[in-house]
């Protein structure tokens, strides 16, 4: 999905993972690098491109530099999370967490 603004670019990596939401359900995402990468979350919704929401800090201040994100979806279907950096091809490794209720 691109940058930390959600402009297409071949400048960042970034690792997708799918989730199936229905209507009315609450997504929470984590990414937890331990401090060693500055995460970025960004969310598209069933629609292919249509980023829905994103985050590149922890709001509650838990994860340092890493990223929490929480979504309630407004339609059912398939969810596409983007695990990324806040800077241009970082790489390391990280912890992604995903709840739904």
């Not at 979350?41 to 800090?57: E, K, S």
């Not at 979806?73 to 970082?90: H, K, P, R, Y």
């Amino acid at each position: 999905y691109g940058d930390p603004n959600g402009r297409p670019t071949t400048s960042y990596y970034a690792d997708l993972y799918r989730v199936t939401l229905s209507a009315g359900q609450t997504l929470t995402v984590t990414m937890d690098s331990g401090d060693n990468l500055d995460t970025y979350l960004l969310l598209a919704g069933p629609v292919i491109g249509r980023l829905v929401a994103g985050n590149d800090d922890d709001d509650t201040g838990v994860l340092g530099v890493g990223s929490r994100m929480v979504y309630t979806a407004t339609e059912s279907g398939v969810f596409v999370i983007e695990a990324s950096t806040f800077n241009g091809l970082d790489t390391g490794n990280y912890t992604l967490g995903v709840t739904i209720s």
